[in-house]
């Protein structure tokens, strides 16, 4: 059985310990690889820039992903993993705080599998994480997401 890893992409050092709190609490004690922006986001992902040198990695079973990122927004993360064989098939789940209708169109067209609006009180963002956790890291089935199957 393989570990399922959780790629966290956010740059708010309150809503990543948020997350991983949430997490935490929901009894879902996955490793969570922390990206502060979508260019770490990228590299970890394709071993490219800060990551490259690194041996290869097994993909993450979700990605958790913020809209609004330094370097590189989260569309364009979302952009490049759906292009790429590598990544394409990852779940990816848009967490962030926008509710522009722009962002919510532009995130399913480019292939997220979920969106999920940041509620503001703590217990609704950890019942919202709670819920995603347990479906994407316990229900949800997996080949195990071995780069070189997927083409």
């Known amino acids: 059985m393989f570990e399922k890893t959780i790629l966290l992409v956010e740059d708010n050092p309150d809503d990543e310990e948020l997350t991983i709190l949430a997490l935490s609490e929901s009894k879902i004690l996955n490793q969570v690889i922390v990206a502060h922006d979508g260019v770490e986001a990228l590299d970890y992902l394709f071993g490219e820039g800060s990551s490259a040198g690194r041996p290869p990695i097994r993909l993450p079973q979700i990605v958790l992903l913020d809209l609004k990122l330094p370097k590189l927004g989260g569309l364009?993360?979302?952009?490049?993993?759906?292009?790429?064989?590598?990544?394409?098939?990852?779940?990816?789940?848009?967490?962030?705080?926008?509710?522009?209708?722009?962002?919510?169109?532009?995130?399913?067209?480019?292939?997220?599998?979920?969106?999920?609006?940041?509620?503001?009180?703590?217990?609704?963002?950890?019942?919202?994480?709670?819920?995603?956790?347990?479906?994407?890291?316990?229900?949800?089935?997996?080949?195990?997401?071995?780069?070189?199957a997927i083409n």
Request: glycine share 4%; proline share 5%.
């Open 76 to 148: 364009e993360v979302l952009q490049r993993m759906r292009s790429n064989p590598r990544t394409r098939t990852v779940p990816v789940v848009v967490l962030t705080s926008s509710s522009e209708e722009d962002d919510i169109i532009s995130s399913y067209r480019l292939g997220a599998n979920s969106y999920i609006r940041k509620p503001i009180e703590f217990d609704r963002f950890a019942d919202a994480v709670r819920q995603l956790g347990l479906y994407w890291l316990r229900v949800n089935e997996t080949t195990g997401w071995n780069p070189r």
